[in-house]
């Protein structure tokens, strides 16, 4: 046993030694393995609206182009088919509501602003049914301005006393005493949610002066300091106002591990991981972008400290989180970096003039091309606004969205500043931005070692899903395995059928629903009357926690306002119903059940009065039959020659009805045409023995009463598009037309196609309105390449020749 002994010790501790290299070895790829798993299971998903300008007047209509992108490569991306689009108030109220179809990846749409709006700032925010799983943060938000000029200006409330908030963010997360770390503020006015000025300083508990410190941009800066063991701070800030706030810094942790990230030069970032009062062999460095893993690495520990060195051209382009994690898999510290896009959208708008007259032609070259010259086509969307008082230039676009504040946490002041031409060199504006906006689509003690969570929400493939609840009407209690028949009268049948699940819920896949229509839900009320149906909202009723300033209209503006409702009366009087066109939307006429086998036109025939009369002599594919005093169709199962014995599915204007009695007894002299399908027919799962399917002259059941049990609703469907119009002004006539134009907004183009290097040319014509406009173009290429142009153009009134 001596002997065996040295040997027995040594294969333990090689076993022991092997055990801990395998963990550690396992500790950055089982992590990302877990983070691989949970991105499988929850795809990104992004939209951005082009919004036609930002200020509006009530009964001007307010337009909108959908964009919706892969959120990892930022490709149009084609998995919804509804975008949900919405107006919201200062308290989150929807004032008006929209869904909006997407083809491709694209959709567009508008609402007519109402009068009953009250003046204010309002926000517009898009989302899609799949997009509700990651919560109301990471939905499309902008806010706009809405003015009601047919009502007197409210009067001035008491001034608000001013308000400001500070924050304070350590680098990588925490203050460790011992360790040099860097920390990032950010202070704001409550009221209008802007970075102010101010000069500050950092005290110790006796008051001694540590650093001082001043915002670098929009209220944001930091400075560098090491905390001491069990010491607290205080930043006590003095702002221009002569109003002075002290405010406490994070507590300093006597363990635990600090995080510093520098530019290394040659194309390098150097991250330090630094340890105080904690043992560990080893850290792991996880960086992803968008939920792409750029970078997964471990580094020793020596002397307290980890060194990582990374390639920045190994990191895609945009924000990229880098996580510390421990070897027992647990994140310590995070920080975020943003690297610069390079694949660029480089858009070239030229106009024919540099100025222009009143009812003048404008005609604007552009081209679109990629860095790398390849060829893509490029999907834009152009809008041309006059500026004024009341609005200026858009202060974000599509590559600050996409890049920049879809992924951050909270309000980004100016974020069209960053891809601006200051702001692409001002480098320590961005770091101040990473270091006080983190921010993660999840929660990483909810992937680490677990499975995905299910989700609650689908994606619309093929439409709109119209969802709702089956419940037992006594009780309330959840109805599962009903079958339940969700239709739309009219003369094109819309029927949708499912069977509840477990928990009562139902879901509609409703294909080409468009407009506000009337919907039945019902089910198959001959065999149990007794359940209580009900249609949910789709729009979601959760809300981020960003808040829009007060609206402040100055007497100043009188002017301004005054012309925005003199060129909203303009439109209304001397446009009219042009300006506003539906578009009709070309209906799927082809019915469930395809082409019938008989088809009668009652037209054709000899009219009777009594619908029996109609059955027994010109339908020969149905039988009528009376058992227990009581009607029931037979149809004919023609490819195999016998007769169903079961009723088949009978249609009032797509509606079913069950009773074969209250069909019977409806007048024919209300019904156009007759189809009848002879053979077993299988729809959604459920089995019908033939189709009998009636349509009235109107498509409006012709007064027939559903059953008291049906649910009858209204329901809007999607947002039928409405065309833009604007004047020409080709021939000399026209121009000397005494009808004011007075538009604001002179073009809205939503479906600008053109290949990148390919030259298209655009045009319009001015209104009567002089002034400097803004043409703004923004867009993307199928393969993820962003870009956005803005160019002004001026409009002078033509010299009058004496």
Known sequence: MPFYLPAILALILCLSVCGKVAAQAGGITSITQ??????????????????????????????????????????????????????????????????????????????????????????????????????????????????????????????????????????????????????????????????????????????????????????????????????KYTAVISLADGKMIRQALPAVQDRGYAMQLKEAGAGRLKISVSQAGVQ????????????????AEEALVNEGKAIFLIEEEKLADGITHFTIFTPERQPVCERLYFKRPTQALQLELTANKSTYGTRDKVALDLVAQTAAGTGTRANLSMAVYRLDSLQQSISGDIESYLWLTSDLKGSVENPGYYFSGAGATDRQAMDNLMLTHGWSRFKWESMIGKQPAPLQYLPEYNGHL????????????????????????????????????????????????????????????????????????????????????????????????????????????????????????????????????????????????????????????????????????????????????????????????????????????????????????????????????????????????????????????????REFYAPTYETPEQKQSRLADLRNLLHWAPALVLETGQQQQTHFYTSDQTGTYLVVVQGLTEDGHIGSKVLTLKVHQPLVRK
């Open 34 to 231: 877990d983070f691989d798993a949970h991105r499988r299971k929850a795809p990104q998903e992004k939209l951005f609206l082009h919004l036609d300008r930002p200020v509006y007047a009530c009964g001007e209509t307010m337009w909108f182009k959908v964009y919706s992108v892969d959120g990892t490569l930022h490709q149009p991306l084609d998995l919804s088919k509804v975008a949900y689009v919405e107006v919201l108030d200062t308290a989150h109220r929807p004032v008006l509501q929209a869904k909006v179809a997407l083809n491709n990846g694209t959709g567009n749409g508008s609402f007519i602003l109402p009068a009953s709006l009250s003046s204010g700032n309002y926000t517009v925010r898009a989302y899609t049914n799949w997009m509700k799983n990651a919560g109301p943060d990471f939905f499309f938000e902008q806010p706009v301005t809405i003015v009601n000029t047919f009502r007197q200006l409210e009067a001035p409330g008491a001034t608000q006393a001013p308000g400001y908030a500070v924050q304070f963010f350590p680098e990588g997360g925490h203050l460790v005493a011992g360790i040099a770390g860097k920390v990032a503020f950010k202070a704001v006015d409550k009221v209008s949610g802007k970075g102010v000025a101010f000069t500050g300083e950092l005290q110790d508990q006796s008051g001694g002066v540590i650093a001082t410190f001043a915002p670098h941009k929009f209220g944001m800066g930091h400075f560098t300091f090491t905390p001491e063991k069990e010491e």
């Open 280 to 295: 560990g062999a080893r850290v792991y460095l996880l960086g992803h972008t968008r939920q792409q893993v750029a970078i």
């Open 466 to 721: 119209i969802q709702g609840k089956v419940t037992h009407r006594a009780t309330g209690a959840p109805a599962p395995g009903i079958a339940t028949y969700l239709s739309s009268p009219g003369k094109h049948i819309r029927l949708y059928n499912t069977i509840s699940g477990t928990d009562g819920r139902v879901t509609f896949e409703a294909v080409n629903f468009f407009g506000e229509r009337d919907i039945v839900v019902q089910s198959d009320f001959t065999k149990d009357s007794t359940y209580h149906f009900e249609i949910f909202s789709p729009f979601s009723d959760k809300y981020s926690t960003r808040k829009l300033p007060a609206l402040n209209l100055t007497e100043q503006l009188a002017q301004e306002l005054t012309l925005r409702h003199v060129q909203t009366q303009v439109q209304h009087a001397f446009v009219g119903s042009r300006a506003n066109g539906i578009v009709t939307a070309s209906p799927d006429t082809t019915t469930f059940y395809g082409t019938p086998d008989e088809r009668y036109f009652l037209d054709d025939y000899k009219r009777f009065r009594v619908m029996e009369e109609v059955m027994r002599e010109y339908v020969p594919g149905v039988m009528v039959r009376r058992q227990g005093g009581k009607f029931r169709f037979m149809v004919m199962n023609r490819p195999y020659r016998t007769v169903f014995q079961n009723n088949p599915m009978v249609l009032l204007d797509g509606v079913p009805v069950f009773d074969i009695d209250r069909i019977m007894a409806f007048d024919p002299l209300q019904v156009q045409r007759l189809d009848v399908v002879t053979s077993r027919f299988l729809n959604r799962g459920q089995v019908h023995e033939g189709v009998v399917s009636y349509t009235t002259y109107k498509g409006d059941l012709g007064g027939f009463e559903l059953h008291s049990k049906a649910l009858l609703q209204a329901y809007e469907g999607l947002q039928l598009q």
